[in-house]
C-alpha cells in the first residue's frame, strides 16, 4: 500500500507532494531490509519514477527524500536488475559530483545530497553486477579519488569523505583489476595515507614520526568513521604489496606506517571504536613489507629521557604507588627505543584472547604480525621477550596454567583450530629465537610437541632462521627447580613416593613372581609370533621361486 501511494504522487505529483510522501515513506522503512516479494514489481516502478525525478530541475531536499528511498530499496537485489543502467548510474554521478569538471565543493547545501548518492552507490554497486560492470566502463574509481582530492583537506565534509572510501572499497573488494588502477594509475597508497594523515590531524616531527598529545581529545565519530574507511580501503590497495622494489616504494611504505603507528596510539569515541579503529590498523600493518615496520619504533627525544630519568628517581622511596606507576611506564622503553606502539599491539593481542572467540578472524592478524616483526626486528623481539617470557622464577604450576600472556599463548598451543595454533606456537618460538630447549623450557615438550613435529625438530637443535647469539640468563630459582622440572609438562613435581618401601617381604617376592610370569609369557608370545614370521616368508619365498 505504501509504495502504490508513493508511486502514485512521484509519477503525478508536484515537488512538494513527492517530498513529503517519500519523507513518510522513508521513515517508516528506515530499518527495513527484507521486503515482500508481492511488492516486488511496484518497488521497481517506484525506482524508475525516482530516477525520472532526479533529472528534473527539483529542490534540494526533493532532491534528498528520493535518494533516501532509493537508498532503501537498493538494499533489495531483485528489483536492481531493471533500474541498473547507464543512464541511471549517470544520473546518481553527477548528483555525487563525480563528474570531470574541476568545479570545488563550495556549496554547503548540495553536501546532503552527495552523500545520499554515494549511499545509493555503495549500495547500488554492492548488489548488482550489472552496476560493478558499469563501474569499470565509467571509470568510477578514477572519479571517487578525483573527488577525494577536491575534500582531502576538509574537515567539515567528513560524510562525504567517508562514503567516497567506502565505495572505493566496495569496488577495490569486488574487482582486483581495480586494486591495481589505484595502487599503479590513480597514486591511491599516498592518496589514501594523507587522507588518513587529515583524519588524525597528524603533525610531523621527524621523517617518520610524529607529535603524539596524549592527553589530547579522542577523534570524533566522524574522523573516527573516516579512518576505518580509509583503513579499509588502503588494506585493499596493498594487499599484495609483499615485496618492496623501488626505493620510492618504501618510503611510502613507511610513511603509511608511522601513520598507523599514531593511529595506534589514539583512541576513538568510544572503547569499541577504538579497538575496530585498531583492528583495522592491525590489518593493514599485515601488508606492510616487513623491513618497512621498524618505524613502529623510535629513539626516545632527549626530553624524553630525561623526563623518564627524572620520574624515576625524584619520587621518594616512601611513594611506592607512583614508583610502580613510573616502573610500568619505563616498559614501554628498551634499548633506548619507544616501544608503546608495539605494547599497543601486545595489550590488543591479549583483549582478542580473553573473547575467547573468532581467534582466526580476530587473533591471527596481530599474532602473525607480532611474529614477523620479532623475527625481522631485534628490539621489537627482545621487547616482546621480556613482556610475554620474562625469566622464570615459579615453576610449580604447568605452563597453560594461570592469567599471564604466557599462560595464554601456551593454551593456545593446543587449541582445536590448527592455523590459531600454529600460529600461537611460531610467535614463542620465534621469541625462543628458535632454540628448542629454550622454548621448552617456557612451555614443556607435551605443548611444543605440535610445532616440533611440524619442523622436525622433536630431536631438539634451532630452526633456520639466524638470531643474535646472546644467551639467555636464568634466574637462582629456576637454576634450583630444574633438575625437578616434569621436561612433559613443563613445572617443577614432587618427587614420587617408592610403592617397594611400604610392601612387607611376602609382598615384595609375590610382585616378583608375577613379574616374572609376565615376562615368561611375552616371551613365549614373542617366539610364537617370530615362528610364524618366518613359516610367512618360507611360504612368500616359495611363492616367488616357482
Known amino acids: ?124 554497486v554492492f548488489n548488482s553486477q550489472m552496476a560493478q560492470q558499469l563501474s569499470l566502463e565509467l571509470n568510477l574509481a578514477a572519479k571517487l579519488c578525483n573527488l577525494l582530492r577536491k575534500c582531502k583537506d ?39 595515507t594523507q587522507i588518513l594523515e587529515s583524519a588524525f590531524s597528524i603533525k610531523w616531527t621527524d621523517e617518520y614520526e610524529s607529535a603524539i598529545d596524549h592527553n589530547g581529545p ?19 590497495v596493498t594487499v599484495d604489496s609483499w615485496k618492496v622494489h623501488k626505493e620510492s616504494d618504501s618510503h611510502q611504505f613507511r610513511v603509511m606506517a608511522a601513520v598507523l603507528r599514531h593511529c595506534l596510539l589514539i583512541v576513538g569515541p568510544t572503547e569499541d571504536k577504538t579497538e575496530e579503529l585498531h583492528s583495522n590498523a592491525v590489518n593493514l600493518l ?35 604507588t607512583e614508583k610502580d606507576t613510573a616502573l610500568k611506564n619505563s616498559t614501554m622503553v628498551y634499548n633506548g627505543m619507544n ?45 616482546l621477550k621480556d613482556q610475554v617470557l620474562p625469566p622464570l622464577r615459579d615453576v610449580t604450576n604447568r605452563p597453560e596454567v594461570g592469567s599471564t600472556v604466557r599462560n595464554k599463548l601456551v593454551r593456545l598451543m593446543t587449541h582445536v583450530d590448527l592455523g590459531v595454533k600454529q600460529i600461537a606456537a611460531e610467535f614463542l618460538f620465534v621469541l625462543c629465537k628458535e632454540r628448542v630447549d629454550s622454548l621448552l623450557k617456557y612451555t614443556g615438550y607435551g605443548n611444543a610437541a605440535g610445532l616440533l613435529a611440524a619442523r622436525g625438530l622433536l630431536a631438539g637443535g634451532r630452526g633456520d632462521n639466524w638470531y ?19 621436561l612433559i609438562t613443563g613445572h617443577l613435581e614432587e618427587p614420587m613416593p617408592n610403592p617397594i618401601d611400604e610392601m612387607t617381604e611376602e609382598q615384595k617376592e609375590y610382585e616378583a613372581m608375577k613379574l616374572v610370569n609376565m615376562l615368561d609369557k611375552l616371551s613365549s608370545t614373542q617366539s610364537r609370533q617370530e615362528r610364524r614370521a618366518l613359516e610367512n616368508k618360507g611360504m612368500i619365498f616359495e611363492s616367488l621361486s616357482s
Open 1 to 124: 500500500m505504501d509504495e502504490e501511494r508513493a508511486l502514485y504522487i512521484v509519477r503525478a505529483g508536484e515537488a512538494g507532494a513527492i517530498e513529503r510522501v517519500l519523507r513518510d515513506y522513508s521513515d517508516k522503512h528506515r530499518a527495513t531490509f527484507k521486503f515482500e516479494s508481492a511488492d516486488e514489481d511496484k518497488r521497481k516502478k517506484l525506482c524508475e519514477g525516482i530516477f525520472k525525478v532526479l533529472v528534473k530541475e527539483v529542490p534540494t531536499t526533493c532532491q534528498v527524500s528520493c535518494l533516501e528511498v532509493l537508498r532503501i530499496l537498493s538494499r533489495d537485489k531483485k528489483i536492481l536488475v531493471p533500474v541498473t543502467t547507464k543512464e541511471n548510474m549517470q544520473i546518481l554521478m553527477r548528483l555525487a559530483k563525480l563528474h570531470e569538471s574541476d568545479d570545488s565543493l563550495e556549496k554547503v547545501s548540495e553536501f546532503p545530497v552527495i552523500v545520499e548518492s554515494l549511499k545509493c552507490l555503495c549500495n547500488i
Open 154 to 192: 576538509r574537515k567539515f565534509i567528513n560524510d562525504i569523505k567517508c562514503f567516497d572510501l567506502r565505495l572505493l572499497f566496495v569496488l577495490s573488494l569486488l574487482h582486483t583489476d581495480i586494486r591495481s588502477q589505484l595502487r599503479y594509475e590513480l597514486q591511491g597508497l599516498p592518496l589514501l
Open 218 to 236: 579522542p577523534l570524533s565519530p566522524q574522523e573516527t568513521d573516516c579512518a576505518i574507511e580509509a583503513l579499509k580501503a588502503l588494506f585493499n
Open 286 to 320: 599485515s601488508n606492510v613489507p616487513v623491513s618497512c615496520l621498524d618505524v613502529l619504533i623510535c629513539p626516545l627525544t632527549h626530553e624524553e629521557t630525561a623526563q623518564e630519568a627524572a620520574t624515576l628517581d625524584e619520587l621518594p622511596s616512601d611513594k611506592t
Open 339 to 383: 616501544m608503546e606502539a608495539i605494547h599497543v599491539l601486545l595489550n590488543f593481542m591479549e583483549k582478542r584472547i580473553d573473547k575467547g572467540s573468532s581467534y582466526r578472524e580476530g587473533l591471527t592478524p596481530v599474532l602473525s604480525l607480532l611474529t614477523e616483526c620479532s623475527r625481522a626486528h631485534r628490539n621489537i623481539r627482545k621487547f
Open 468 to 486: 643474535s647469539e646472546d644467551e639467555d640468563t636464568d634466574t637462582e630459582e629456576y637454576k634450583n627447580a630444574k633438575p625437578n622440572i616434569n
